[in-house]
């Protein structure tokens, strides 16, 4: 999936062209959705997770080798060698190899009727199974684990799940919240063992065997299913000498993604960066875009990523947020079947938990992530009524402040979606590929329906109206300069008016001159903000507006300095150029059709480009003579 994104990312970006890409992947097809993997078992359609489409490779020039896994990389050499013997040279290197299942050290875990539950060859051989079958075990408690369990549960079977910990998702969630998630799962069906470790599997019939330490008697069960974690991917690593982290391994990054070798990246879950293997798609993601931007020459770094973990089953909302490693005073609400957590560190917010439906959970992680302050009367808030404010109901998205989170997975805010949403996105679809909000979980894609109705009914319709009115008003100061007949000046000294001091005097020349390039500077910088990532202020389209606004300005300044005299040489060539660039600008901005506005838009750029030479020519010019 991250290489995937990567992928995307460089061709959004545009880089693509600088690369010959070649993608190997272990499995016999192309990426797919493993997040939404478990609803496979629902509708049994492949073609629903693809995240690629038939001739998605040969349309952007790429190549892809599928069920053919890389055995070994010559560092020397730049060459990496596939499991048939092929040596394909590299001049980048990127491992994005994932991660495989941990299965736990137990005998016999080797048997028939023992599965891991990672990929959709898994989960075929596990339905395989399953049409014939009445009971299943589930190894492991966490996330994974209680995902598989509900899973085998819609499958119709009679579930038990095993986990070594004395309570459910421990790395994620306190014994409280623990114990009232345990008692909602319980409700499903799902029977729960705590605070055991399996020792041995074993044959008998045509069940399994499961033995546990500290229990005489054995679980028998039609099929067991390891659940129990991941495991970096870094073995290519390990064997061409790279840095591999000690403990869980993971192949050691820098910040620019970088592994130990300078040409070779890692991206996802087979990396570790400061010490942290993310074993979640999101951080995958955000390497992906980092290392995207690298390639394409642009300064980026990975600054780490604030976990957010939501436990995904009908009626059980579970979330996790922020490390719950880091020392810190622990505070606790609970009530109406609720639950909710916080841990303070000094007066910053890192981490939180809840078991329940919790409105304000944008803005705890947003508090989290960006490690604001916590005020007094609103932890005083938060012991009485499980919230950071009296007002607990929920606010249009489009009343959201810019930094609140919408896409938790993705760490999205209200304010990059509304930059996307009133620029070119104008449906769901759209802003989600833009942004890449709702593509993991898919929770918020409600949210992002809103936003769109909100812009497309308010916001857009306002940007709209400024466009039109600035392109109306460009339109008509240029054509009256092309149509019109200069204004006249005086023929005698002895005469003169208003327009005789701008067009003779030689300070209100330069003034005019002078505020007409300040307009063309400003309009262009205003136009970077669209490309520009890391402005983050205002809504995109307000700065169309500007854009469009002071380019009408510029055309009123060009009156003032020429008098609507087209000029000669190069100074009617610069004349042209300018109104050209207006009128194919306004014709962008106003629309014409939609077919039209994306040549109109091209024009204007192929009319802005001889600009800054014409004008370095006119102002040397004017000086030297």
């Given at each position: 999936m991250v290489a995937y994104k990567l992928v995307e990312r460089l061709d959004a970006l545009g880089a693509l062209g600088r690369y010959t890409v070649t993608i190997i992947g272990e499995e016999p097809g192309p990426a797919y959705d493993r997040v939404h993997l478990t609803e496979w078992l629902n509708h049994r359609d492949s073609g629903r997770l693809a995240l690629v489409q038939p001739g998605w490779s040969e349309a952007l020039g790429i190549r892809i080798i599928t069920g053919k896994p890389v055995v070994s990389i010559d560092r020397e050499r730049h060459t990496v060698q596939t499991a048939d013997g092929v040596g394909i040279p590299y001049d980048r290197l990127i491992l994005a190899t994932g991660s495989s299942p941990f299965v736990p050290p137990i005998e016999g875990a080797d048997q028939e009727g023992v599965f891991v539950y990672r990929t959709l060859d898994?989960?075929?051989?596990?339905?395989?199974?399953?049409?014939?079958?009445?009971?299943?075990?589930?190894?492991?408690?966490?996330?994974?684990?209680?995902?598989?369990?509900?899973?085998?549960?819609?499958?119709?079977?009679?579930?038990?799940?095993?986990?070594?910990?004395?309570?459910?998702?421990?790395?994620?969630?306190?014994?409280?919240?623990?114990?009232?998630l345990e008692a909602r799962v319980r409700q499903t069906g799902i029977r729960t063992v705590?605070?055991?470790?399996?020792?041995?599997?074993?044959?008998?019939?045509?069940?399994?065997?499961?033995?546990?330490?500290?229990?005489?008697?054995?679980l028998v069960t039609d099929m067991i299913v390891m659940a129990a974690g991941i495991r970096p991917r870094d073995e290519l690593a390990r064997s061409s000498g790279l840095a591999v982290a000690s403990g869980r391994g993971g192949v050691v990054i820098d910040d620019g993604l970088r592994t130990t070798d300078p040409s070779i990246h890692a991206i996802g879950e087979c990396a570790s960066h400061n010490g942290v293997v993310y074993g979640l798609v999101a951080p995958g993601f955000r390497m992906a875009e980092t290392l995207a931007e690298i390639l394409a020459g642009r300064r980026s770094q990975f600054r780490g990523y604030t976990p957010a973990v939501r436990l995904r089953?009908?009626?059980?909302?579970?979330?996790?947020?922020?490390?719950?490693?880091?020392?810190?005073?622990?505070?606790?609400?609970?009530?109406?079947?609720?639950?909710?957590?916080?841990?303070?560190?000094?007066?910053?917010?890192?981490?939180?938990?809840?078991?329940?439906?919790?409105?304000?959970?944008g803005f705890t992680q947003d508090v989290i992530r960006h490690r604001r302050r916590i005020w007094p009367w609103q932890l005083q808030q938060f012991l009485e009524s499980g919230t950071f404010s009296n007002r607990v109901e929920r606010r249009p998205v489009k009343n959201w402040p810019g930094s609140a989170m919408v896409c938790n997975c993705l760490e999205i805010t209200r304010g990059?979606?509304?930059?996307?949403?009133?620029?070119?996105?104008?449906?769901?679809?759209?802003?989600?590929?833009?942004?890449?909000?709702?593509?993991?979980?898919?929770?918020?894609?409600?949210?992002?329906?809103?936003?769109?109705?909100?812009?497309?009914?308010?916001?857009?319709?306002?940007?709209?109206?400024?466009?039109?009115?600035?392109?109306?008003?460009?339109?008509?100061?240029?054509?009256?300069?092309?149509?019109?007949?200069?204004?006249?000046?005086?023929?005698?000294?002895?005469?003169?008016?208003?327009?005789?001091?701008?067009?003779?005097?030689?300070?209100?020349?330069?003034?005019?001159?002078?505020?007409?390039?300040?307009?063309?500077?400003?309009?262009?910088?205003?136009?970077?903000?669209?490309?520009?990532?890391?402005?983050?202020?205002?809504?995109?389209?307000?700065?169309?507006?500007g854009h469009g606004a002071i380019g009408a300005l510029a055309l009123i300044m060009l009156i003032a300095h020429t008098g609507m005299r087209l000029g000669s040489g190069f100074n009617r060539v610069l004349m042209i150029s300018f109104l050209a660039a207006s009128l194919f600008g306004a014709?962008?901005?106003?629309?014409?059709?939609?077919?039209?506005?994306?040549?109109?838009?091209?024009?204007?750029?192929?009319?802005?480009w001889p600009l800054p030479v014409l004008i370095v020519f006119h102002v040397l010019a004017v000086y030297y003579f």
């Open positions: 898994d989960l075929e051989r596990i339905c395989r199974r399953g049409s014939d079958i009445g009971s299943a075990a589930v190894i492991g408690g966490g996330l994974l684990g209680i995902e598989a369990a509900d899973a085998l549960r819609g499958l119709g079977l009679e579930v038990v799940l095993l986990e070594k910990a004395p309570c459910l998702m421990n790395r994620q969630l306190d014994s409280d919240a623990a114990a009232m705590l605070g055991v470790r399996a020792s041995r599997i074993e044959s008998w019939n045509d069940q399994l065997l499961l033995f546990v330490d500290g229990r005489p008697q054995p089953l009908v009626g059980i909302d579970v979330w996790s947020l922020g490390d719950h490693t880091q020392p810190g005073d622990c505070l606790k609400w609970s009530g109406k079947g609720l639950y909710r957590q916080i841990t303070l560190r000094g007066k910053h917010l890192v981490a939180a938990a809840s078991v329940g439906p919790w409105e304000e959970i990059m979606l509304s930059a996307a949403s009133s620029g070119e996105c104008r449906s769901v679809e759209a802003l989600a590929e833009k942004t890449g909000a709702s593509t993991v979980c898919g929770s918020c894609r409600p949210l992002l329906s809103e936003l769109i109705d909100d812009v497309s009914s308010t916001v857009a319709f306002r940007e709209r109206a400024g466009l039109l009115t600035a392109a109306v008003a460009s339109v008509l100061l240029a054509l009256i300069i092309v149509a019109d007949a200069p204004i006249p000046t005086a023929t005698s000294v002895q005469t003169g008016d208003f327009w005789d001091i701008l067009y003779r005097d030689g300070w209100w020349k330069q003034a005019t001159g002078f505020a007409l390039l300040g307009c063309a500077l400003v309009a262009a910088g205003i136009s970077l903000r669209k490309r520009g990532r890391r402005v983050k202020w205002g809504e995109l389209g307000w700065w169309r507006v014709g962008a901005a106003a629309g014409l059709g939609s077919r039209h506005t994306r040549l109109t838009f091209w024009l204007h750029l192929l009319a802005v």
